[in-house]
């Protein structure tokens, strides 16, 4: 599909659009409505200088493909989207990793999707295209729209092509473990973030601390050394991570058992020093006690509840039944300017309506 | 425009308005009161606003907005005015909101590493009071001393670590204020993340177009334990610039990488002292962070590509005092030029790494095409180029030239693929330069985001982002000389 074809239809289009890749993520967010608008004949990358730290690609291009091709240079994203199986074999589009502004381990010490895009071009509801942002880190030309659309869920148009930052592979990485009650894991997890320590990476989950460091060869080994635990081989610590990053590890395999049984799984986003929150259900905590992921029969009030009590926020990952809706909602002031940012963008009201929130 | 008579009315009404709402001190409307906030750090653009409010709380700060907003007032936030780019520069019918007095740091959580901080507090400010826990706030400008976080925020400030660390955005991770409407508001949250759209990265950057921010929650990192400097010299500027990115290319990802050519270093070590190679044709300044393993690993892989590009001479400093020295004169390139020229112009544009030479040569050609010398500095690991014009703005002829010169290298910044803006801001000075690299459709999309903020358009209206008939009229790229207030301050 030609970029005026695309523009065409999003100018004229009066009924809802759904924005699709690989469809990996329709599972995430309030349920998707509307025509199909699949994004995967914009393919390819259209631009990838490693000594300048960036790639383009456009957005229907599979994720897959740009992170072969950043590993041949030694490079990655280092914020980790997760992959999820899509309906058509795929793991994810670029695109679709921007609008679901999902990020993995690293998230904590490394930043997240939105923290790496560097340049967006969008479609708009007038069948404009439009660039922000561009290659450069240090841009501060206009209000910077590119980053505003990670997590976005398609709500101001439709990314045709992403220009995201890239950072090279770590010397070395090294895994420890430490048998650590939720408690010890919080309290160690939070002391050691305030000291210079190349952690990238944490994960607790019944009763073990799982730590990942990465760095320079001497910064590892000196940390693994001052921190102690027991050093995971990297070839048996590395499908872990991957698998954690995939949400396809243990406790998210049983996660999805638990929710096809009628209970929900939370993505919990906290500030990181909560201390152990007592809710009845599984706990996997990562990005150093900043994010939690809970699988629990509770009312969704309650878990909301929880989350807001300490300033965070609950987005219902996976459940059923979504009907107490997904995302946290927002205060009245925020209300009304998403209402009049997406009318701004989206005049409509036909791209991805509700995906983020009913009625937006 | 408005005959003075009917400035003195709408003067009058605004004071009116305003005076039961703020304590006597606190409200400014006598022309010597509001002189001394008629411009910001550029100082070329002048303008004293109707009146100017300095409120000491919250619940004034409120009042005041939906004073403004009911009677239609345009507002400007102001922090130091240390920004280089117009942002603050007062409106003529407007209200200046000068927040410099909420200055206390709120909290500082070593645990969860993070200072809970007012909007005037000043940058350095954190990092000092955060270091007795061994952290500090990452974004540096070399303003810091003077600067406010308030003014970060609506700057996206940089700085010379952001390769590594980051820009404001990336070190902030909520901010508190109020929308024009005086309704209290909040952007990001205590936690990584917030529900609903990214507002957090519209608002950083924003220029007090859409928000009035009184209150940030910034991330503090943990003090590396030691920081190295690697002073290297080059007899070609090609040389250094491809030195730059094959440390990049190596996996490299310095805490600082800093470039200067000749007549730059030339200024400087006749200001500092440093022992700066005067022969060289350009000098790269490249700083490495961590542990010591760390740094002792990164220093002699980033001398080895060095030596491999090409440098004549490499120097690692041997302590802290020395790593000062080296940075000294790189952080004094303002006032250094200040003494080598009646005026200078600063020009900040970003580049691709890679082109770092290309446009080192460009501006070589246009020194000879405009007659004017050009000293240079750059942020080279992240492209960010701060030539600086040097002229006498007493010859008209002189600043035509160099109007010229600098809107030529902004010109050719944009067609290599950069922006017309690496870290200062777009403010009132780079309006014009906004229509050379966006495009009708792309500006009127974002003047249509700042109404879904502002429906009247009354936060800092004429900022950052031109309106089409403005482009339409100037029709290509018109930078206005940018003279410097504070040229005593350390920048960039």
Not at chain 2, 428 to 446: G, P, R, T, Y
Request: hydrophobic share 45%; aromatic share 6%; glycine share 10%.
């Amino acid at each position: 599909m030609k970029f005026d074809d695309l523009q065409a239809r999003l100018r004229d289009a009066r009924a809802p659009l759904r924005f699709t890749g690989h469809g990996s993520k329709d599972f995430y967010g309030e349920a998707p409505t509307g025509e199909v608008l699949s994004t995967l004949s914009l393919n390819g990358v259209t631009a990838y200088e490693p000594s300048e730290l960036f790639v383009s690609a456009l957005a229907g291009t599979p994720l897959a493909d740009v992170e072969a091709l950043l590993a041949q240079h030694h490079q990655r994203f280092a914020f980790e989207p997760p992959r999820f199986p899509g309906g058509s074999g795929g793991q994810g589009t670029v695109g679709g990793m921007v609008a679901a502004g999902l990020s993995g381990p690293s998230r904590a010490a490394l930043g997240s999707v939105r923290d790496h895009v560097l340049g967006a071009v969008v479609i708009n509801g007038n069948g404009e295209l439009l660039h922000f942002g561009g290659t450069v880190m240090k841009n501060v030309a206009g209000f910077d729209v590119s980053r505003a659309m990670a997590g976005s869920l398609g709500q101001l148009g439709l990314i045709t092509e992403v220009t995201l930052k890239v950072l090279p592979l770590p010397a070395a990485t090294a895994t420890l473990r430490f048998e650590f009650d939720q408690a010890t894991a919080l309290m160690a997890l939070n002391r050691w973030g305030g000291e210079p320590l190349p952690i990238e990476a944490s994960a607790w989950w019944d009763g073990a601390l799982l730590l990942r460091l990465a760095g320079a060869n001497a910064a590892v080994g000196a940390a693994a050394r001052k921190l102690g635990g027991d050093v995971i081989p990297n070839d048996m610590a590395a499908p872990f991570w991957t698998g954690l990053r995939d949400q396809a590890d243990e406790f998210f395999v049983g996660a999805e058992r638990a929710v096809a049984g009628g209970a929900r799984l939370w993505r919990l986003s906290l500030p990181s020093t909560t201390p152990e929150l007592k809710l009845h259900g599984e706990q996997l905590i990562e990005w150093g006690g900043a994010q939690r992921w809970v699988v629990t029969p509770l009312e969704p009030a309650a878990v909301r509840e929880a989350a807001a009590s300490v300033g965070g926020h609950a987005t219902l990952f996976r459940a059923l039944d979504k009907g107490c809706g997904v995302f946290t909602p927002l205060s009245a002031p925020l209300a009304a300017i998403h209402r009049r940012l997406k009318a701004s963008f989206d005049p409509h009201g036909v791209f991805n309506p509700g995906r983020l929130y009913p009625n937006l | 425009m408005n005959a003075p008579v009917d400035l003195a009315t709408r003067r009058a009404a605004l004071v009116a308005a305003l005076a039961p709402l703020l304590p006597a001190h606190a409200l400014l409307h006598h022309a010597e009161q509001t002189t001394p906030y008629e411009c910001d750090g550029l100082s070329a653009y002048r303008q004293r606003p109707l009146a100017v409010a300095l409120p000491e709380t919250e619940a004034q700060v409120a009042a005041v907005l939906k004073a403004c907003h009911r009677l239609g007032f345009p507002v400007v936030a102001r922090g130091a005015g240390t920004g280089l780019s117009g942002g603050a520069l007062p409106h003529e019918v407007g209200l200046t909101l000068a927040l410099a007095k909420f200055n206390k740091i709120i909290n500082l959580d070593p645990l969860a590493r993070t200072a809970r901080v007012q909007c005037g507090v000043r940058n350095l400010a954190i990092s000092e009071a955060a270091a007795p826990l061994g952290l500090y706030y990452a974004p540096d400008p070399s303003s810091q001393i003077a600067c406010t976080i308030g003014g970060n925020i609506a700057e996206n400030s940089g700085g010379v670590h952001c390769l590594k660390y980051g820009l404001t955005l990336h070190n902030v991770l909520r901010v508190r204020g109020f929308t024009v409407a005086g309704e209290p508001i909040e952007f990001g949250s205590e936690a990584l993340d917030a529900p609903g759209l990214d507002l957090l990265s519209l608002v950083v950057g924003s220029e007090g177009m859409l928000a009035v921010v009184t209150e940030v929650t910034v991330k503090l990192v943990p003090k590396p334990q030691l920081a190295r400097c690697i002073m290297a010299s080059f007899d070609d500027v090609r040389k250094a610039g491809d030195a730059v990115a094959a440390i990049i290319a190596a996996g490299i990802i310095p805490a600082g990488l800093e470039m200067m050519d000749k007549p730059m270093t030339a200024a400087v070590e006749d200001f500092v002292h440093a022992g700066y190679d005067l022969s060289a044709e350009a000098i790269l300044l490249c700083e490495s962070d961590g542990t010591p393993e760390e740094v002792a690993e990164e220093v002699e892989r980033m001398e080895a590509v060095l030596q491999v590009h090409g440098a004549t001479r490499c120097q690692v400093s041997a302590d802290e005092a020395q790593r000062l020295k080296f940075w000294s004169g790189r952080k004094n390139a303002f006032p250094a030029s200040g003494r080598i020229s009646p005026d200078y112009m600063c020009m900040d544009s970003t580049i691709p790494r890679k082109h770092l030479a290309t446009i080192l040569l460009d501006i070589q050609r246009m020194e000879q095409k405009y007659g004017l010398r050009c000293a240079n500095v750059f942020h080279a690991g992240d492209g960010n180029l701060h030539p600086l014009i040097l002229f006498d703005a007493n010859d008209p002829d002189e600043l035509h030239r160099c109007e010229q010169f600098g809107a030529e290298i902004l010109q050719r910044s944009v067609a290599l693929g950069g922006t017309i803006s690496g870290e200062h801001g777009v403010g009132i000075e780079k309006l014009d330069s906004m229509c050379v690299q966006f495009s009708a459709d792309e500006l009127e999309q974002m003047l249509s985001l700042k109404r879904a903020f502002d429906p009247d358009g009354t936060l800092n209206p004429g900022k950052q982002i031109p309106s089409l008939s403005r482009c339409a009229e100037y029709g290509r790229m018109h930078v206005k000389r940018g003279l410097l207030a504070f040229p005593e301050l350390e920048r960039f």
